[in-house]
């Protein structure tokens, strides 16, 4: 008779997995993104009804059974809109934020990396951004360019870069104070090598 076979050790979650489901806050801003991505896919497919048509007879009806949540002064469906706004509120978040993550930790990195006249340089450019707010600037591209969702994007994107460049700067200047920076420099390791090599990697979280 063979012998049995030992029992898989049961498979337990990461833990930073585990110290996630902990956070009530973290527990529900999980679900909340999640049921904006589901609205956001599922609008790719269907709404109840278009999100363009206006029904000037029918406008700012209450909820009912046919409009769910309502009509808006235009007499177009609120639950179409809010299904086709989840999808643009993604979009705009992801793209805004990727160009300020992007270009705002390259100036940062750069400013931490070379200092003088350089980090000058990059702080007061940052400095004369944070002047400007977003809606002030989408406003001036807007009227520039032309209304559209892309001019808003990158006008939100704009307003980020300084907010990364700051962040990243100062996360950068503790890096390049530490010991090991001084034995890469000592190794014969350049600016840029140190930077991509040790920097980066310790500032990412």
Request: proline residues 5%; contains cysteine; hydrophobic residues 55%.
């Amino acid at each position: 008779m063979s012998a049995a076979l030992p029992a898989s050790p049961p498979v337990s979650a990461p833990g930073w997995l585990y110290r996630a489901l902990r956070h009530r806050s973290f527990v529900i801003g999980a679900v909340l993104s999640l049921l904006l991505i589901l609205a956001a896919a599922l609008s790719l497919v269907w709404t109840p009804w278009s999100p363009y048509e206006m029904d000037l007879a029918n406008k700012l009806q209450p909820p009912t059974g046919t409009h769910w949540v309502g009509t808006d002064a235009f007499g177009r469906d609120v639950a179409s809109l809010l299904l086709v706004g989840a999808r643009n509120s993604i979009l705009v978040g992801v793209i805004a934020v990727g160009i300020g993550l992007t270009i705002g930790t390259a100036l940062g990195l750069l400013a931490a990396a070379k200092r003088g006249w350089v980090e000058e340089l990059i702080m007061r450019l940052a400095d004369f951004t944070f002047a400007f707010p977003a809606i002030l600037s989408a406003i001036m591209m807007t009227a520039v360019f032309g209304a559209g969702i892309v001019n808003s994007i990158i006008a939100i994107g704009i307003f980020n870069i300084p907010t990364f460049a700051r962040v990243t700067r100062a996360s950068a200047n503790a890096v390049w104070s530490r010991e090991y920076i001084l034995a890469s420099r000592a190794c014969g390791k350049g600016s840029w090598r140190i930077t991509l090599e040790h920097v980066l990697p310790n500032i990412l979280s």
